[in-house]
């Protein structure tokens, strides 16, 4: 039996440490704020903003929502994020996306602060990813999927690891921070040809091609360790479930995130603790900077 790789673990020990990174802050006069910027009421982007207010409020980090109608005009979309930009008390932004068609995507990319894009999806983010530097933040999902890894002491240098899927999002970012990690990176899509037999060789699996059941014990090795980071809805269980036929692969894997529960939670951890970061860094550049409300 595989050991199951739980995102709860996870998410006690980021929240205790942003809690000590929140307290030392509000002791310089720095209070960490984010802003959420939502176009319309899409249930999921309603649910992770609920979500992410409450592990906010869980470790001191202050919120600011601000919601548009979802016929929003492309110059009141504008004029929102331009605010959050310019606001000295707002340490990062959290852009809902994809945008309604009316407003041009690309445009609200170009437009978030890199400094604030707490979310990595602004070009700069992702450079920093690409060169290992402190250019904006990589995005969350990524960012949870190698904090998994460390928490749970899985060896990363010196090990083959595949990856199914090359968005920028999951697949290309967790490969660069794998490879900063000195990982040999196999980065598999829906072009490469005999999948299974690149990912059995692999030491760690990571999983984001957002096909419910796609891998399954042909994939694997009995020493794999599996990150599994899908979340697809299953018609027959009616629930959410993974890119890993979890029932399938967990007896034959040396260890596995399951789904719901494992990648996903740390997600929002993530989020706020980039938010800490941005504060902190503000805070380098304005070291006089306290917030007038206080």
Same mark, same amino acid.
Request: aromatic share 4%; hydrophobic share 40%.
């Given at each position: ?41 899409? =249930? ?51 852009? @809902? ?32 990813? @690409? ?12 960012? !949870? ?5 460390? @928490? ?36 598999? =899509? ?17 999983? !984001? ?68 970061? !941005? ?16």
């Amino acid at each position: 039996m595989a050991e199951v790789l739980k995102g709860a673990p996870v998410v006690k020990a980021l929240s205790e440490r942003m809690i000590r990174d929140v307290e030392e802050l509000r002791s310089q006069g720095i209070y960490p704020t984010i802003a959420i910027l939502r176009v319309g009421d899409r =249930h999921d982007d309603v649910s992770y903003e609920n979500s992410a207010i409450k592990r906010c409020h869980a470790v001191g980090v202050r919120v600011v929502t601000l919601t548009l109608p979802a016929d929003a005009r492309q110059d009141e979309f504008d004029r929102a994020l331009s605010s959050l930009n310019n606001d000295p008390g707002v340490h990062g932004i959290l852009m @809902f996306m994809p945008l309604p068609e009316q407003l041009d995507a690309e445009r609200a990319r170009m437009l978030l602060s890199p400094e604030k894009d707490v979310d990595g999806i602004t070009d700069r983010s992702l450079s920093g990813v @690409f060169t290992s530097t402190d250019k904006g933040f990589p995005s969350c999902t990524a960012q !949870a999927t190698m904090e998994m890894l460390h @928490f749970y002491n899985i060896d990363i240098a010196r090990k083959k690891a595949a990856i199914i899927g090359r968005s920028l999002v999951i697949g290309r970012p967790v490969a660069m921070m794998l490879m900063h990690e000195n990982a040999t990176v196999v980065n598999c =899509h829906t072009s490469t040809e005999n999948i299974p037999e690149i990912t059995r060789e692999a030491d760690i699996l990571i999983v !984001a091609c957002g096909q419910l059941h796609f891998v399954g014990p042909e994939f694997t090795n009995p020493d794999q360790v599996i990150i599994d980071i899908g979340t697809d809805w299953d018609p027959e269980t009616e629930k959410i479930s993974g890119d890993v036929d979890f029932d399938r692969v967990e007896p034959v894997v040396r260890a596995i995130s399951p789904v719901p529960g494992g990648v996903g939670r740390i997600t929002t951890c993530v989020l706020v603790s980039h938010v800490i970061e !941005a504060a902190r860094r503000y805070a380098k550049k304005q070291p006089l900077y306290t917030d007038a409300t206080k």
